[in-house]
């Protein structure tokens, strides 16, 4: 790994700790602009320390609209804070930086949305939600733990290929290969979703007693699943579904 | 249906075009229609390795998407086009790019601006394009997902 | 109770502040806040069951550029509270565990109204931190963020606490006038709300094996789960 000359380690791990409030001024026309200002603001003064109009002119363009999946934003965070430094140094037009991140931004958001709250999300999720039926604690540490090894990781190692400039973002990011492993934790999801189905619909069936009555409970269940299923991609929000049940609870009350 | 979806978008591929409309439209090609990315190789890799592996990726100048999006006809794919503004969808209609119906998903607010919907805000120009779009037999969509009920304007003949 | 409003409102809060404003480690999540929420109330596996339920709702909903999805933490501080109250009294039959999970709706589409006016806020905030930063004062990024994590705290606090609220109102005052007759009605539903929560799974997952795998797997673990009621 080469070395980062410029940010000391103390400026360093201020940065690293600030990309977590990436989204804390989240707003609709810059979305997370203050959060990424805030975050690499450490560095900009360390960088900029005596010249405080250039200081200020760096702030502002880190202001601009920003955003990606905040757990890719320290990527794009690390790989800002490089090219900040080769600014500083007159190694680089900084009007470059604005652009490095716009182009970056896009991709990294696909990229993150579909690892992070496509595919690594629900598998963390379903996994707890069945291991909670056995103890709430162990469902709610498998949940937290599944998540945040890789989560925390990407935080992490992100920032360090960022801060190693563009070759080491890209050799980073082909490394870890997120795509691909974006597959493996989707039917991941899907085989513990079917899990979670099978236990679910089980335990119901279960308290009917005849064999019969278990097959239809089984044939129901798969239907009720292809049936949301294919209302969901029909853009149906689960909100109306439930709504729509629970009308259906109170005419059932009613009559 | 070769083209199944024209979108608008400054942000080109980002989440909600590979997790929400890619799936919904169950397409297996994305054209990305911008002359600053057909020139920026660190940024088209980039880009490459943000769509699921299965889903074929293009990246063309303005002019030469018109020829791009025959070939991916001709290949069978459900396409995809994306644009980063809305006089590029203009510029792709009157290059020979047939579309019906243009959905915007996201342009950034600036001074000057008009809001349209949370994240959509148009300058001048853009109102004039959408318009020349409108006059040309193409209705217009503010849309970020496919889950938003949206905002229609109709094609005004054509 | 008033102590445990206070813990409500605080744990909540910092729950809330997970959701978006900082860190995302998922401490958000309907089965971490209900159980919660059911721990603050007096019984958190009550919590933990219809945090289970809850959990898979929503998560075909994606938090991608500016769409907001439903607000599953505010529907579980709801739900967690609900349950928690309402099991000791009756024990959580299935009509409960359903009116519960099927109320809970409306408190997350609530508290998605909520975010979106916290967000438009914190517009207002990020325009001011412009001006101040265009008038020279650096200081004023940080001060800008601090105010939108306040504002995003300060509405997580306010809404666990109305939530939390409005659960124990439902378990001490609607529940009870129902008899175990209607109980039982109700219930009819219940086994269909896990499997909508499956369905999220499912959608979210769509890969070309996604079909096969899941009902392959349903299928197996429905057939152990029914053998061992049955055996034992």
């Known amino acids: ?255 | ?158 | 109770m008033a102590w445990r409003f206070l813990l409500a409102g605080f744990l909540g809060g910092l729950c809330y502040l997970d959701r978006t404003a900082a860190c995302q480690v998922m401490l958000h999540r309907p089965l971490v806040v209900a159980t919660l929420m059911g721990a603050v109330f007096g019984n958190s596996s009550a919590g933990a069951a219809v945090g289970a339920v809850l959990e898979l709702f929503y998560l075909a909903r994606l938090p991608v550029g500016a769409s907001v999805p439903p607000d599953d933490t505010g529907a579980a501080a709801f739900a967690g509270a609900a349950a928690a109250v309402a099991a000791p009294s009756t024990g959580l039959d299935g009509g409960s565990f359903t009116a519960v999970l099927l109320l809970a709706v409306f408190f997350a589409e609530t508290g998605r109204v909520a975010d979106r006016f916290v967000r438009k806020i914190n517009g207002r905030i990020a325009h001011i931190t412009l001006e101040s930063v265009e008038k020279g004062d650096l200081q004023a990024v940080e001060h800008g963020l601090q105010a939108g994590l306040t504002l995003f705290a300060l509405s997580g606090v306010i809404l666990s606490l109305a939530f939390t609220g409005a659960g124990v109102s439902v378990a001490k005052y609607l529940l009870p006038n129902f008899g175990p007759g209607s109980r039982m009605e109700f219930s009819v539903l219940q086994p269909v709300l896990p499997l909508l929560g499956a369905a999220s799974v499912y959608s979210c997952s769509r890969t070309e094996r996604t079909a096969a795998v899941f009902f392959l797997t349903m299928a197996m673990v429905f057939g152990i789960t029914l053998f061992l009621r049955w055996a034992g």
Not at chain 2, 29 to 34: F, G, I, K, R
Request: glycine residues 10%.
């Open chain 2, 1 to 158: 249906m070769p083209l199944v979806l024209t979108r608008i978008d400054c942000r080109l591929v980002h989440g909600q075009v590979v997790e929400t409309w890619l799936p919904h439209t169950k397409a297996d090609s994305l054209v990305v229609a911008n002359d600053a990315l057909a020139e920026n190789p660190f940024l088209r890799s980039v880009m490459e390795l943000a769509v699921p592996p299965g889903v074929r990726m293009h990246f063309c100048r303005l002019d030469a998407a018109a020829a791009v999006l025959s070939d991916a006809d001709r290949d069978g794919e459900r396409t995809i086009l994306l644009v980063a503004s809305a006089e590029d969808a203009v510029t792709l209609r009157k290059g020979g790019v047939r579309f019906d119906r243009v959905n915007i998903g996201n342009l950034h607010f600036a001074e000057g601006k008009v809001e349209i919907s949370p994240s959509v805000f148009f300058a001048p120009g853009d109102f004039e394009a959408l318009r020349w779009l409108r006059t040309h037999g193409v209705s217009v969509c503010v849309k970020g997902t496919p889950f938003e009920t949206g905002t229609s304007f109709e094609a005004e003949g054509g």
């Open chain 1, 1 to 255: 790994m080469t070395a980062v000359a410029g940010l000391s380690r103390d400026g360093r791990r201020r940065v690293w700790l600030r990309q977590f409030l990436l989204q804390g001024c989240w707003n609709y026309e810059g979305m997370q602009n203050v959060g990424f200002a805030y975050s690499i603001l450490p560095a900009l003064r360390e960088f900029y320390a005596d010249r405080p109009e250039e200081a200020l002119k760096a702030v502002k363009r880190h202001l601009e609209f920003f955003n990606t999946q905040p757990a890719m934003g320290a990527v794009i965070l690390g790989a800002a804070v490089r090219l900040e430094e080769k600014a500083a140094a007159g190694e680089t037009d900084s009007r470059a930086i604005g652009t490095f991140k716009v182009g970056l931004m896009g991709s990294m958001g696909a990229i993150g949305d579909a690892f992070f709250w496509g595919a690594l999300r629900p598998m963390a999720s379903v996994a707890g939600a069945i291991l909670a039926l056995f103890h709430p604690l162990v469902g709610i540490a498998a949940l937290l733990v599944l998540y945040n090894t890789t989560h925390l990781s990407v935080r992490f190692r992100g920032f360090e290929a960022g801060m190693e400039g563009q070759e080491g973002a890209i050799a980073w990011l082909r490394k870890a290969a997120l795509n691909i492993k974006t597959e493996d934790r989707k039917l991941g999801a899907a085989i513990l979703g079917g899990a979670y189905a099978g236990m679910y619909t089980g335990r119901f069936a279960g308290m009917g007693g005849t064999p019969l009555f278990a097959v239809v409970m089984f044939l129901a269940g798969v239907a009720l699943v292809q049936l949301f299923t294919v209302l969901f991609r029909k853009a149906v929000s689960p909100s109306e579904i439930l709504s729509f049940l629970l009308l259906v609870g109170v005419l059932i009350l009613w009559q």
